[in-house]
């Protein structure tokens, strides 16, 4: 009897995360490399080297591959992607053939969902959704105990809902989109904002330096009391809360999940957000309630997910026939 | 062998539907009474009123009931509706008791997607939307081949997701919720004001009546050429194809079926919707095609449902556990 080892891999904007996980979703080793930004050719080899680094060490069954994109309905293409070169790549059969094992992909907030719904904060509930906040805005369902994938495979498309049609211009071509008001682009860019507000009301706008802080270092002010820092989260939160309210209403969830790399902001982030979503649902709450909760996995979710959804996919293509 | 016959009843604002369904979702016999406005005893009257009259002609299992309001996870009680006085009433088991027979609640647009998925037009699909436009706007929602009802029975509600900020107050206390932009209320409301608008600059407001034309009035002005009902037709298609847009960037249904009282205008509806849609979704539809369809069943829809879910409900409970 072998361990039932399986391998995550999650492509961020700046590195790929890679993960050998166990059955039981705990992560046994990971490693990074940076995110090569040039071509496909480099991405891809870029997963290939870092899973042959795991390889080494352990002894895997499959491996899942989590894209910040639209993968198709069969988990073997990614269809688009904002931030990576990919259009319509079938990347799954590329890698399987060089790694020579299953690789299935998923797109990365869905495989964060997958991830919550077994080993983390989703674990009491058939009826959730994770809204992963990092540089972008990703949202994926879990309904009726599984995972909601709609009927291309691009279901939880969360970040270009209109959240102030007189909001700034996203790059999709609409205003006011929660990715422009409530991710962590938006956090560090209305952080830059209030600060050079004040040092221009202060006179001391020669201290503007125009580059935009780290969330963390955002997250690390607004916890010693930075009153701009507090304000950018509850700003930031506003928003999510008012594009968290549509989705509410549309499928009930029990919980709403706030993942990614700016909810590891905790409190900060989750207080404003349930407030606002309180407002927006107003006296619906009196017969629903719907928890806003942080996730545990944060960073790893995706990863873990994709990796757990590479061991189990043939009981998942049973459950979700394309 | 008994025929398996079943009763379906639909509460609407003006009348109550009462059909004799059978397994196959055709209607055998329907009878309407008016809808009592006063209290929820004279509606439950009534209910048991066009019920006893179908059962003195036909020998049925079981009875739904489709309800204009949120019905709760069990499908015993109406929580709310804003239309009909009930406040957390349990209706299943006070029917039941005077009719003895078993009774089952949903929500009335979930009751009609239900019956677009066993019997109409969304028989090819396991993902897809239904949008009722009546004299409000309801949703339901099939997603991997089940009914998705969420946490506590009340997914679907799009009538009071915002389209236009700056639009008409709603009762609710949002401004322009697509069911203030794009209801059969919505229509009359925009026709009128077309109407007055082209008297007054023709100097002849000495014509203005101040009455609503019925939903149906104006779509026969429209298929007669007359542009103002075709504009009021324009309006509410581009309003309800932007707040289906967001509906289809969350759940990737292959269809959004359009049903309700409305959509009897059948093409003067769907392609302004559709048009609206596509660009609202812009590039999407590249990697995506989500297709609206009009309803084959239309009003007779949510008795229709009802009566189907009643009479599996054994069944519907073991698929969709509270």
């Not at 352990?58 to 069969?74: F, I, L, P, R």
């Not at 990365?108 to 959730?128: I, L, M, S, V």
């Not at 507090?230 to 969830?253: E, H, K, N, W």
Request: net charge negative; proline share 5%; with cysteine.
């Amino acid at each position: 009897v072998t361990a039932a080892y399986s391998i995550g891999l999650d492509i961020g904007a700046t590195k790929i995360l890679g993960c050998v996980v166990d059955s039981a979703g705990r992560i046994i080793r990971q490693e990074t490399v940076p995110t090569p930004l040039t071509d496909t050719a480099s991405i891809e080899d870029a997963l290939v080297e870092v899973t042959r680094s795991l390889l080494a060490h352990h002894v895997v069954e499959a491996v899942g591959v989590a894209v910040a994109g639209w993968v198709d309905k069969t988990r073997r293409s990614v269809l688009f992607s904002a931030h990576l070169p990919w259009r319509s790549e079938p990347l799954a059969d590329r890698l399987s053939a060089r790694l020579d094992l299953p690789v299935v992909l998923e797109n990365d907030a869905n495989a964060a969902t997958w991830a919550e719904f077994q080993f983390g904060a989703g674990k009491p509930f058939r009826d959730f959704v994770v809204v992963t906040v990092g540089s972008g805005i990703g949202a994926g369902i879990i309904a009726g105990g599984q995972l909601l994938r709609g009927a291309h495979g691009l279901a939880g498309e969360l970040g270009h809902a209109v959240v102030d049609p007189e909001g700034p211009e996203c790059p999709c071509g609409r205003r006011g989109c929660l990715d422009s008001l409530a991710s962590g682009r938006a956090l560090q860019r209305r952080f830059q904002m209030l600060r050079a507000a004040a040092l221009v009301a202060d006179g001391e706008s020669s201290l503007l330096d125009g580059n935009h802080m780290p969330g963390a270092a955002i997250a690390a002010a607004a916890r010693s009391g930075d009153p701009l820092a507090l304000q950018a989260f509850a700003d930031v939160g506003r928003a999510l809360g008012r594009g968290i309210a549509d989705l509410v209403m549309y499928l009930d969830p029990a919980a709403v999940i706030l993942g990614g790399g700016v909810a590891a902001a905790g409190e900060l982030l989750r207080v404003p957000t349930d407030a606002s979503l309180r407002q927006c649902l107003g006296t619906r709450n009196r017969s629903a309630r719907t928890h806003i909760l942080i996730s545990p996995l944060s960073a790893v979710a995706g990863a873990i997910g994709a990796a757990h959804l590479a061991s189990t996919h043939h009981q998942a293509s049973d459950l979700h026939p394309a």
